[in-house]
Each structure stands twice: as C-alpha cells, then as structure tokens.
C-alpha cells in the first residue's frame, strides 16, 4: 500500500513544511491545529512561502494554486480517520503526544500508519499509547522539509517490518527522500550533532574566542555549510534547541549536552531568532537574514 491521503497534525512550522512538501508531491494532506486563527495563520504562512518560490521561478502560479486545494485545514482528529498515514509535528511535550497517538490509534484503520516528527522523545513510549504499538514508527525531517532531501526514520522496539518498508518506500520513491533508518535514542543523529555543534559555537561565543558572524563564517566557508551554526540555531527556534539539549542532557545525563547559559539568557529574553524576528542575528519577516 502506498499512501495518498496524508494527515498533518500541528500547522506550526515544522507541520507547514511538511504540508507544503506534501502537496508539491501531489498529495491530499489534511492540516489539523485546534484553533482557527493559527489554521488561518498557517495558511498565510504557507502562501507567503510559495509566493517566494514563484519570486525565484521556482513554481508558476497555476502550480501554487494547486498546491494550496490539495491542502485542507482540519479542526479535529476526528477528520483523519480516512487517512493512510498521520505524521504528527505539535509541540515535544510527552503526555500531549500521547493523548494524539491514543486518539489516532482509536480512530484509523488497522492498516494505517501513525508517524511523529519528533527529534528526542521515545518512539517506543508513544507506541504504548496504542493498541497496535507495530504500526507506530517515527519520520524526522529536517526543516525545512520541501528543501533537505534526508528523512530519518526511527524503529521503536515494536515496529513491524511492513510498517518500516511502507515508510521507507514512500519516502524513497514517492518523496523522492532519502530514508536513513536510525534505531531509537535520544536525538537520533541529526539534531544529536547538530545540537552539540551548536551549543559548542555558544561556548565559543561566550568565552569571546570570535564574533557570531565570524563563527558562522569560518564554518560556512571552511566546511561548505549553507548557514553556520548560530544562524541554523536562529532557525530551528533557540527554544526548540534549548529544549532538545535539556532532553538529551537528562537522557544521558553527560556534560557535553548541558545547554549554554547564553542559549538560556536568549530563550528568557524571548529571542528565539527567525520566529521572532531576533536570535543571535536580526531577520525580516520572510524569515531573511538583515544585514
């Protein structure tokens, strides 16, 4: 079985990537978010970022307007029961999670498979949050998702084979991704790294050993980077960094993972970078690097 018909849970910016790298694929996707005014924001959110694919001729604005029917904005779970598959994306709080896998798990047919985009958190404790624990399987993309060609897809200890080959299958053959299997642990291998390469261009940053455009350059020049560690900090959210660090710190309990005072200081300042317009460097509201 292929999937066709794809549920989104969450319309924050890790479920509007997702959405929108969906239906540039030509999939019906169902975007689910408990309130109107953050489905309208979304879909705001998404617009804009089409208008800029057509501002780089990256997409015509027939294609655009294509892209935007095949999205359609869900207020309850309840709407996902006909779906092949749900990726969840909302917020890395465990008990919340769980009460959305018990939802899914009660309401799609056997054969259906329930995914999370989580980077830290158990797969195998969100399985147990269901009756079929096998079908449960965890599929990370990395932001943004219609541009970074690399899924991890993460086996919790009760992950069938079929649910693994399905998962690997589409993301393969019709996202055109590249799937690498990592087995559970915290932080998988992607933001493990990058998580420790970032939180030591912080100590870097502390200690005066250079400037934060002068960190990011040695790394985007010397090692080929499209952006260097503090902006792809910036990026992701300096709150969703702190809290994948405080995670693995815990997970683990090893010093290398305790987060930067400085990433702490930013967070309680509510400077979180691209969301808010101000991390370690200013942006605008395209989420563009200002000068």
């Not at 079985?1 to 694929?25: D, H, N, P, Y």
């Not at 798990?105 to 995914?115: E, G, L, R, S």
């Amino acid at each position: 079985m292929m999937f066709r018909v794809i549920g989104v849970v969450g319309a924050g910016t890790m479920g509007q990537s997702i959405a929108e790298m969906l239906a540039a694929k030509g999939l019906d996707v169902h975007l689910v978010e408990q309130t109107p005014d953050k489905l309208q924001q979304a879909m705001e959110a998404l617009e804009a970022s089409l208008d800029r694919q057509m501002e780089r001729w990256a997409i015509t604005a027939a294609e655009k307007k294509l892209m935007l029917n095949r999205i359609h904005t869900e207020r309850s779970l309840e709407n996902l029961a006909e779906c092949d598959l749900v990726i969840e994306t909302i917020s890395e709080e465990l008990n919340n999670k769980k009460e959305v896998f018990q939802h899914l798990d009660a309401i799609m047919p056997k054969q259906a498979v329930i995914a999370s985009n989580t980077s830290t958190l158990s797969l195998t404790e969100l399985a147990g949050a269901t009756r079929y624990p096998e079908r449960v399987i965890g599929m990370h993309f990395v932001y943004p998702a219609f541009r970074i060609d690399v899924v991890e897809i993460v086996r919790g200890l009760q992950t069938s084979e079929e649910t693994f080959d399905k998962t690997k299958a589409f993301i393969d053959k019709v996202l055109g991704k590249k799937g690498v299997m990592v087995y559970e642990s915290p932080g998988f291998v992607t933001t493990r790294l990058i998580c420790l390469l970032i939180n030591e261009a912080l100590h870097l940053l502390e200690e005066s050993v250079a400037s934060p455009e002068d960190i990011d350059s040695a790394m985007k020049i010397g090692y080929q980077f499209q952006h260097g560690p503090l902006e792809m900090a910036d990026r992701f959210g300096l709150d969703a960094v702190l809290a994948a660090l405080q995670r693995m710190f815990r997970e683990f309990g090893e010093l290398k993972y305790r987060p930067s005072f400085l990433l702490k200081k930013k967070v309680r300042a509510g400077q979180l970078g691209v969301k808010t317009g101000i991390g370690f460097f200013k942006y605008d509201k395209d989420g563009e690097r200002l000068p």
